[in-house]
């Protein structure tokens, strides 16, 4: 299976180092997200990029900074990062019907695999 | 913002039993109420969701219900199998179709004992 396929599956970082995690999806989808997987925590929307604008950033730390090029491919930049960051982080893909005369779709959200992230 | 908060966290159930997880969410106006499914080491899969204008659905061994007025909703899993053991999210959104609000729980694992 590879709708939404992200790269690397694992990553260890110091604290200095700067790091990106790339997700690309091949459904033909308008909006995709990053979401942050902790242990005993609820899946956290990180942001959301919806027909190519960033729409919800939830707070999260500067020191994460996302790059959507294009509808198909979404960045997540990593920098001076915190062992508090180590996490599994996920993409998403979707067909967003948020907006008025868009095409149909269910709004399901398709996972990546995840890329597992470890802050030394 | 939206709250919501799943039961229990962990789940053991013996091969054939019932199994069923409740949700509980905060904003009246949630109307859009799907589950995730993530077995161990692979990502989360929607198996299932409901809308407010319904009160259950069905598809298969897996069904889910919905009561607005108490603000909660449930996951029944019947004749459990094995491949169902994995840790199932609940979710609320404000918006039909766009996730940028959806809301997600903590997570129930759930345990099939052979």
Redesign the interface.
Known sequence: ETGVTQTPRHLVMGMTNKKSLKCEQHLGHNAMYWYKQSAKKPLELMFVYNFKEQTENNSVPSRFSPECPNSSHLFLHLHTLQPEDSALYLCASSQDLSRPGGPSGTGELFFGEGSRLTVL | GEN?EQHP?TLSVQEGDSAVIKCTYSDSASN?F?W?KQELG?????II?IRSNVGEKKDQRIAVTLNKTAKHFSLHITETQPEDSAVY?CAASL??????K??????TRLTIIP
């Open positions: 919501v966290s859009y799907p995730y692979k990502r989360p899969q929607l969701d999210f918006s039909n179709f766009g996730n940028e959806l809301t997600f729980g903590t997570g």
